[in-house]
């Protein structure tokens, strides 16, 4: 119990940069920390991106966090290790989705995770809280993937253009034009939805 209470003290109190320290330094029981801090976060990012599918999300947390292990000695301390590790997470979800389509696997959805749905009245105006959660759903598997992305991470990870930018490796420009364009095409889909749901 001790040792719980020690190693939830140091995740809140050690900086990314400090935790990855350690890791260099061969203390590998650092690495659990880094895991604990943002297992969750970068699972309720996948889980959208993919199309609300539970097992592929797990697949591609394992996988980021192998990536994460095997490149940590690129990381240079004093930068942005969050959007490192999101640019990561990004490119290894893109990659595992090519593989699946490239091996014609398919991954079936799962249930939504509501706690993706928090604050999203700037881009619906829906009162009916059952009918919103479901449109929502219905609005980010219908639109293009790399405007999934940045609505994800604009909207559900609160990222800045710049923090987007570095993530997608794209300008700041690109990510104001390709937002822009994710919240038409999120118009588009609801203006041809929205009368007929109840109805699908």
């Known amino acids: 119990m001790k040792h719980i209470q020690n190693t939830r003290q140091r995740v809140q109190t050690h900086t ?78 893109i990659n595992v989705l090519q593989q699946a389509s490239t091996k014609d696997q398919h991954y079936a959805g799962d249930d939504l995770n509501e706690t993706l749905l928090a604050d999203t009245e ?30 994800l991470l604009y909207y559900y990870e609160e990222k800045s253009y710049e923090e987007i930018a570095e993530i997608m490796q794209i300008s700041i420009n690109t990510v104001g034009t390709q937002l822009s364009r994710a919240k038409k095409q999120i118009q588009k889909q609801l203006n041809t939805d929205q009368s007929n749901f109840y109805f699908s």
């Not at 590998?28 to 976060?41: G, M, N, W």
């Not at 996948?46 to 192998?66: A, G, H, R, W």
């Not at 009916?128 to 609505?151: G, H």
Request: aromatic letters at 14%; hydrophobic letters at 40%.
């Open 16 to 93: 990314d940069d400090a935790i990855i320290i350690k890791i260099l330094e061969w203390k590998q029981e650092y690495f659990s920390e880094l895991v604990e801090r943002y297992a969750d976060k970068l699972g309720k990012y996948i889980f959208t991106l993919v199309n609300y599918d539970k097992q592929c999300t797990d697949d591609c947390l394992q996988e980021v966090f192998l990536k994460v292990w095997e490149k940590l000695p690129q990381y240079q301390i004093g930068t942005n290790f969050n959007a490192w590790i999101y640019r990561l997470t990004h490119n290894t979800v």
């Open 122 to 151: 700037d881009i619906l105006d829906i009162a009916d809280e059952n009918f919103r959660k479901a449109l929502v759903k219905k609005m980010l598997t219908s639109i293009d993937e790399k405007y999934r992305a940045i609505i």
